[in-house]
Protein backbone atom coordinates (compact mmCIF):
# COMPACT_ATOMS: atom_id res chain seq x y z
CA UNK A 1 0.00 0.00 0.00
CA UNK A 2 1.26 3.35 -1.18
CA UNK A 3 2.05 5.95 2.06
CA UNK A 4 3.18 9.20 2.01
CA UNK A 5 4.67 11.23 5.06
CA UNK A 6 5.27 14.95 5.12
CA UNK A 7 8.21 15.98 7.76
CA UNK A 8 9.77 19.51 8.42
CA UNK A 9 9.54 22.03 10.91
CA UNK A 10 6.54 23.26 12.21
CA UNK A 11 7.16 26.32 13.14
CA UNK A 12 9.33 28.75 10.95
CA UNK A 13 10.10 32.74 11.30
CA UNK A 14 9.09 35.84 8.85
CA UNK A 15 10.38 36.17 6.02
CA UNK A 16 12.91 33.08 6.30
CA UNK A 17 12.16 29.84 3.75
CA UNK A 18 10.06 26.80 4.86
CA UNK A 19 11.21 23.19 3.92
CA UNK A 20 9.40 20.10 3.59
CA UNK A 21 10.04 16.54 2.63
CA UNK A 22 7.48 13.71 1.46
CA UNK A 23 8.92 10.32 1.82
CA UNK A 24 6.89 7.67 -0.09
CA UNK A 25 6.80 4.10 0.92
CA UNK A 26 4.75 0.86 -0.83
CA UNK A 27 5.80 2.42 -4.48
CA UNK A 28 8.99 3.68 -6.51
CA UNK A 29 8.95 7.54 -7.28
CA UNK A 30 10.70 6.81 -10.42
CA UNK A 31 7.53 5.40 -11.94
CA UNK A 32 6.59 6.64 -15.04
CA UNK A 33 3.23 6.79 -14.50
CA UNK A 34 3.24 9.41 -11.69
CA UNK A 35 3.76 12.98 -10.69
CA UNK A 36 3.83 14.16 -6.90
CA UNK A 37 2.47 17.52 -5.66
CA UNK A 38 2.31 19.70 -2.54
CA UNK A 39 -1.49 21.13 -1.60
CA UNK A 40 -2.11 23.45 1.23
CA UNK A 41 -4.79 24.10 3.73
CA UNK A 42 -5.05 27.06 6.01
CA UNK A 43 -6.50 26.48 9.11
CA UNK A 44 -10.07 26.77 8.47
CA UNK A 45 -9.91 27.48 4.99
CA UNK A 46 -9.93 25.02 1.14
CA UNK A 47 -7.30 24.17 -0.80
CA UNK A 48 -4.51 25.25 -2.86
CA UNK A 49 -2.11 23.54 -5.05
CA UNK A 50 1.50 24.25 -4.73
CA UNK A 51 3.02 22.84 -7.08
CA UNK A 52 3.94 19.10 -8.46
CA UNK A 53 7.36 17.33 -10.24
CA UNK A 54 7.48 14.45 -12.04
CA UNK A 55 10.52 12.33 -10.87
CA UNK A 56 12.85 13.44 -14.17
CA UNK A 57 12.89 16.69 -12.20
CA UNK A 58 10.28 18.54 -14.57
CA UNK A 59 8.54 21.04 -12.17
CA UNK A 60 5.02 22.84 -12.45
CA UNK A 61 3.94 26.01 -9.84
CA UNK A 62 1.07 27.51 -8.85
CA UNK A 63 1.99 30.84 -10.33
CA UNK A 64 1.05 32.57 -7.34
CA UNK A 65 3.62 31.19 -5.70
CA UNK A 66 5.91 30.62 -8.28
CA UNK A 67 8.41 33.34 -7.55
CA UNK A 68 8.73 31.63 -3.86
CA UNK A 69 8.78 27.87 -4.54
CA UNK A 70 11.33 25.28 -5.40
CA UNK A 71 9.91 21.73 -5.61
CA UNK A 72 12.92 19.22 -5.86
CA UNK A 73 12.97 15.20 -6.18
CA UNK A 74 15.84 12.60 -5.08
CA UNK A 75 14.65 9.60 -6.63
CA UNK A 76 18.05 7.62 -4.43
CA UNK A 77 15.88 8.40 -1.14
CA UNK A 78 12.58 8.37 -2.85
CA UNK A 79 11.51 11.62 -1.54
CA UNK A 80 10.53 15.03 -3.45
CA UNK A 81 11.19 18.50 -1.12
CA UNK A 82 8.98 21.69 -1.10
CA UNK A 83 10.70 24.64 -0.64
CA UNK A 84 8.76 27.88 0.22
CA UNK A 85 10.78 31.31 0.86
CA UNK A 86 10.06 34.74 2.41
CA UNK A 87 7.15 33.35 3.92
CA UNK A 88 4.57 35.87 5.76
CA UNK A 89 1.76 34.64 8.39
CA UNK A 90 -0.43 33.61 5.15
CA UNK A 91 1.63 30.43 4.36
CA UNK A 92 0.42 29.23 8.39
CA UNK A 93 -1.65 26.16 6.72
CA UNK A 94 -1.22 22.19 6.62
CA UNK A 95 0.73 21.05 4.01
CA UNK A 96 -0.14 17.62 1.92
CA UNK A 97 2.13 15.56 -0.22
CA UNK A 98 0.17 13.69 -2.68
CA UNK A 99 0.56 11.76 -6.19
CA UNK A 100 -1.23 12.40 -9.16
CA UNK A 101 -1.61 10.23 -12.57
CA UNK A 102 -0.65 12.42 -15.40
CA UNK A 103 0.20 16.13 -15.85
CA UNK A 104 -0.93 18.07 -12.91
CA UNK A 105 -4.93 19.04 -13.21
CA UNK A 106 -5.28 16.36 -15.44
CA UNK A 107 -4.57 13.53 -12.79
CA UNK A 108 -6.97 13.23 -9.91
CA UNK A 109 -5.12 13.52 -6.30
CA UNK A 110 -4.92 9.93 -5.51
CA UNK A 111 -3.25 9.25 -2.90
CA UNK A 112 -2.38 11.82 0.28
CA UNK A 113 0.29 12.16 2.89
CA UNK A 114 -1.72 12.59 6.56
CA UNK A 115 -0.73 17.04 6.27
CA UNK A 116 1.56 18.76 8.92
CA UNK A 117 1.05 22.03 10.04
CA UNK A 118 3.55 24.54 9.39
CA UNK A 119 3.01 27.83 11.46
CA UNK A 120 4.87 30.71 10.78
CA UNK A 121 5.81 33.09 13.44
CA UNK A 122 8.09 34.55 15.29
CA UNK B 1 -8.15 31.97 -11.51
CA UNK B 2 -10.89 32.24 -8.90
CA UNK B 3 -11.76 28.99 -7.14
CA UNK B 4 -14.91 27.31 -8.29
CA UNK B 5 -18.26 28.19 -6.71
CA UNK B 6 -19.60 25.47 -4.13
CA UNK B 7 -22.86 26.12 -1.55
CA UNK B 8 -21.27 26.21 2.22
CA UNK B 9 -23.47 23.33 3.33
CA UNK B 10 -25.91 21.19 2.79
CA UNK B 11 -27.89 18.94 4.92
CA UNK B 12 -30.07 15.84 4.39
CA UNK B 13 -31.21 12.92 6.77
CA UNK B 14 -29.93 9.67 6.95
CA UNK B 15 -31.14 7.23 3.58
CA UNK B 16 -32.08 10.73 1.96
CA UNK B 17 -29.78 12.29 -1.27
CA UNK B 18 -28.13 15.14 -1.29
CA UNK B 19 -26.02 16.72 -4.47
CA UNK B 20 -23.81 19.26 -4.45
CA UNK B 21 -23.13 21.78 -7.16
CA UNK B 22 -19.66 22.92 -7.98
CA UNK B 23 -19.65 25.98 -11.00
CA UNK B 24 -16.78 27.10 -12.85
CA UNK B 25 -16.24 28.53 -15.83
CA UNK B 26 -15.77 27.40 -19.80
CA UNK B 27 -11.88 27.53 -19.11
CA UNK B 28 -12.24 24.44 -16.30
CA UNK B 29 -15.12 22.51 -15.73
CA UNK B 30 -17.04 23.74 -18.49
CA UNK B 31 -14.43 22.72 -20.91
CA UNK B 32 -12.63 19.68 -19.84
CA UNK B 33 -13.67 16.01 -18.25
CA UNK B 34 -10.86 16.15 -15.57
CA UNK B 35 -13.24 17.31 -12.51
CA UNK B 36 -12.31 15.66 -9.18
CA UNK B 37 -14.31 15.11 -5.54
CA UNK B 38 -12.23 15.31 -2.29
CA UNK B 39 -13.99 13.76 0.94
CA UNK B 40 -12.42 15.12 3.87
CA UNK B 41 -13.02 14.44 7.50
CA UNK B 42 -11.77 17.04 9.88
CA UNK B 43 -8.50 16.45 10.84
CA UNK B 44 -7.98 14.21 7.66
CA UNK B 45 -6.23 14.28 4.76
CA UNK B 46 -8.64 14.49 1.73
CA UNK B 47 -10.00 11.26 -0.19
CA UNK B 48 -10.66 11.05 -3.50
CA UNK B 49 -14.13 10.18 -4.33
CA UNK B 50 -14.76 10.76 -7.84
CA UNK B 51 -12.58 11.62 -10.59
CA UNK B 52 -12.82 12.44 -14.51
CA UNK B 53 -16.28 13.58 -13.54
CA UNK B 54 -18.13 10.39 -12.95
CA UNK B 55 -15.84 7.48 -11.94
CA UNK B 56 -15.25 6.27 -8.76
CA UNK B 57 -11.62 4.86 -7.55
CA UNK B 58 -11.75 1.38 -6.48
CA UNK B 59 -12.97 1.58 -2.98
CA UNK B 60 -15.27 4.14 -3.22
CA UNK B 61 -18.72 3.25 -2.12
CA UNK B 62 -21.47 3.02 -5.42
CA UNK B 63 -23.48 5.61 -3.49
CA UNK B 64 -21.20 8.67 -4.34
CA UNK B 65 -21.72 9.54 -7.97
CA UNK B 66 -20.57 12.50 -10.32
CA UNK B 67 -22.02 14.03 -13.39
CA UNK B 68 -21.60 17.67 -15.30
CA UNK B 69 -23.80 20.13 -17.04
CA UNK B 70 -22.19 22.67 -19.03
CA UNK B 71 -20.08 24.73 -16.72
CA UNK B 72 -21.24 23.18 -13.40
CA UNK B 73 -20.42 19.49 -11.93
CA UNK B 74 -22.25 17.90 -9.46
CA UNK B 75 -21.57 15.18 -6.69
CA UNK B 76 -24.97 13.60 -5.77
CA UNK B 77 -24.68 11.33 -2.44
CA UNK B 78 -27.34 8.69 -2.20
CA UNK B 79 -28.38 6.84 0.87
CA UNK B 80 -26.78 9.51 3.41
CA UNK B 81 -25.14 7.99 6.01
CA UNK B 82 -23.65 9.69 9.38
CA UNK B 83 -19.90 8.96 7.87
CA UNK B 84 -20.77 11.10 5.32
CA UNK B 85 -20.43 13.85 7.22
CA UNK B 86 -17.54 15.93 6.66
CA UNK B 87 -16.04 18.54 3.81
CA UNK B 88 -16.37 18.09 0.07
CA UNK B 89 -14.17 19.72 -2.43
CA UNK B 90 -14.45 19.84 -6.13
CA UNK B 91 -11.64 20.53 -8.21
CA UNK B 92 -10.80 20.88 -11.84
CA UNK B 93 -8.25 21.54 -14.61
CA UNK B 94 -7.67 24.50 -15.89
CA UNK B 95 -6.55 26.22 -19.70
CA UNK B 96 -5.88 29.89 -17.68
CA UNK B 97 -2.39 30.67 -17.26
CA UNK B 98 -3.42 30.65 -13.02
CA UNK B 99 -3.17 27.40 -11.07
CA UNK B 100 -3.12 23.54 -12.95
CA UNK B 101 -5.61 22.57 -10.06
CA UNK B 102 -8.08 25.03 -9.23
CA UNK B 103 -10.39 23.77 -6.13
CA UNK B 104 -13.73 24.51 -5.20
CA UNK B 105 -14.58 26.70 -1.83
CA UNK B 106 -15.92 23.50 -0.21
CA UNK B 107 -18.55 22.32 1.13
CA UNK B 108 -20.15 20.91 4.90
CA UNK B 109 -22.25 17.96 4.68
CA UNK B 110 -24.48 17.84 8.07
CA UNK B 111 -26.30 14.75 8.07
CA UNK B 112 -29.35 15.22 10.65
Known amino acids: QLQLQESGPGLVKPSETLSLTCTVS??????????WGWIRQPPGKGLEWIGSIYYSGSTYYNPSLKSRVTISVDTSKNQFSLKLSSVTAADTAVYYCARHRRRPGIGALDYWGQGTLVTVSS | QSALTQPASVSGSPGQSITISCTGTSSDVGGYNYVSWYQQHPGKAPKLMIYEVSNRPSGVSNRFSGSKSGNTASLTISGLQAEDEADYYCSSYTSSSTPYYVFGTGTKVTVL
Open chain 1, 26 to 35: GGSISSSSYY
